[in-house]
């Protein structure tokens, strides 16, 4: 008995330890592809994405194949250890290229931009369950506080770019407001 309830102990640590590590990598990877999008878009680096003919290959693309991926070697290899950890980096690249664009999987169009605020919600809400999961602060390790730091830096990008794609949205959504309430019936 005492055996099932250790073997069941340290399944559940690898659990864990395997769910930070998909937490960790979809929010830095979302924060990742978002910045990128509002530097692209705001013209602050070149084009970076991929162009097939007059196709514009958006990144739910990569998501979807880096899950399929992932999906037939947990399935067919059963990878433990360091395999299994990689896997599970994987999973959270390709969950947060994927679900960045689900607006995409609804409506295919509309303004990239408007998602703005969802973003913000989704990030930190991401940290929050992230610190949720974390071990406490006495049994912190470097690998901890490393981490911390990573995820801070890139949170911090994320919203000075969000604050400046605010900037770039209020020059074209601010006339159009403007003018409706204008139209708008009194």
Do not use: C
């Not at 559940?12 to 979302?30: C, D, E, G, P």
């Not at 990689?86 to 999987?105: H, K, P, Q, V």
């Not at 074209?172 to 409706?180: D, F, S």
């Amino acid at each position: 008995m005492a055996n099932s309830t250790k073997n069941g102990t340290v399944s559940l640590r690898i659990s864990n330890h395997l769910a930070r590590l998909v937490l960790v990598t979809f929010i830095l990877t979302f924060i990742v592809a978002r910045v990128l999008v509002f530097l692209i878009m705001s013209r602050r680096i070149p084009d970076l994405y991929l162009h097939l003919g007059e196709t514009h290959v958006h990144h739910l693309n990569y998501g979807i194949f880096l899950l399929a991926g992932v999906g037939a070697y947990l399935l067919f290899w059963h990878p433990i250890g360091r395999n299994l950890e990689i896997a599970a980096i994987i999973y959270g690249s390709g969950m947060a290229l994927t679900f960045d664009e689900f607006g995409m999987w609804l409506h295919l169009g509309g303004s990239y931009w408007q998602r703005a605020s969802l973003d913000a919600i989704t990030v930190i809400s991401s940290v929050f369950g992230l610190i949720t999961f974390a071990p406490s602060l006495k049994r912190f390790r470097f690998q901890h506080w490393a981490g911390t730091a990573v995820i801070s830096i890139a949170v911090s990008v994320f919203f000075f770019m969000l604050i400046e794609s605010f900037k770039y949205v209020g020059k074209v959504v601010i006339p159009v407001l403007q003018e409706i309430e204008v139209e708008s019936p009194p």
